[in-house]
């Protein structure tokens, strides 16, 4: 594991009022898909309570067997690569609930094109997969379950955050913008590399995040703020939450809100994580994604399974409806959640986050597995 420091320029940290849980107004109880009220102070502000995109996969109806997703939500729209038309719904594998959204090289009329040097080449439904475009923005933030069920050595190509050419950027998948997280052959190499493009002094390009491995739901965030030029006020973090995570605070020049070939660089695109490559016929990996939240600030609420928020090896994003420097209204989601204690969390737009405030699950899902307890690494601050 490498610690990324040296070649980073800061800022000391300035003195901010840490947010704090008071009460919640279900009497600490809260059950899946209630409303409560979270009660406290310094939560900040939040001026569209709502997260841009909050999606369970769940679709609301029956849906017939592995359904597009673009049919049900055009907003996710086709990513340009797609032959076969992007994203399945499926009930093959969920985290929550009982769906998700997946791809698969050996998915139905996924054939194999031939390889210019001979022999079978790879799939051509390994690219089958969504984007989700958001108002241009300096900050994007993304919280989703992944899971990858594999037997070949190819590589997964994971979300992305990127700016699309529209928005100034390098466009939907490589280029200027773009910050990707990834992975060769997660049952044999259970590790994620964080990469980010040449629109960044910050080269991660040899940094792994370990991972639980092959057939097993792992929870991914991920988020950066371009830095305003001169200005120390950038930000970058990828997290597998109850394993690994980078977090780099008070960044210059990771990636800058400025111009790009004439044009306003800013963020503007989510790639889902659902694409392959250099996998070979036989092999039958598929991917599944399931409860995205998409935002463009940092402000959030959690649900975690531990009174220390860094400490927690499972964490279920809350969906506010309501945001004020004093009071929270949020739809529970318990996600897996077994009934019991938890702890909720309030984090500002700049990240600090509450101290976790004691609450009690209704009886809902067993818990999964949990992972290791977490490690993270920082940069000092």
Known sequence: MKILAGALML?????FAQPNVSGVNSGNAIANNSSVRISGSAFGTKPNPAPLKWDNF???????????????????VQFYHNSLGGALYTSRQAHSGARSVYNAVDRPGAMYVADPNGGPGPSIGQWETNLFRTPPSNTLFISYWFRVDTGGYGAQKMTR??????????????????????????????????STDNGSTLNLGNVYLTTPGCGTWVHVQMGRTLN??????????????????????????????GTHDGKSLQLDTVLLGLMCANFSQGDHTAMYIDDMYID???????????????????????????????????????????AGSAWMFVIDANGRVSPGYPVTVAAGPPVPVPGAPGKPILNGN
Do not use: K
């Open 296 to 338: 463009n600030t940092r402000a959030r609420v959690e649900l975690g399974n531990n009174a220390v928020y860094g400490s927690c090896s499972h964490r279920e994003m809350q969906i506010p409806s309501s945001w004020s420097a004093s009071a929270i209204d949020v739809t529970v989601n318990t996600g897996t959640f077994a």
């Open 11 to 15: 800022l000391p940290v300035l003195a």
């Open 161 to 194: 955050i990127n700016s699309s050419e529209a928005a100034g950027g390098g466009g939907d998948y490589n280029g200027y913008g773009s910050y990707a997280f990834g992975g060769n052959a997660p049952c044999e190499e259970p590790q994620m590399d964080v």
């Open 58 to 76: 769940e679709a609301g109806a029956a849906l017939p067997t592995e359904t597009r997703l673009d049919t049900v939500q055009p907003e996710w």
């Open 228 to 257: 305003t030029i001169g200005v120390s006020n950038g930000w970058l973090m990828s997290s597998l939450v109850g394993y690994e995570t980078l977090n780099f605070e008070n960044m210059q020049n990771i990636f800058v809100a």
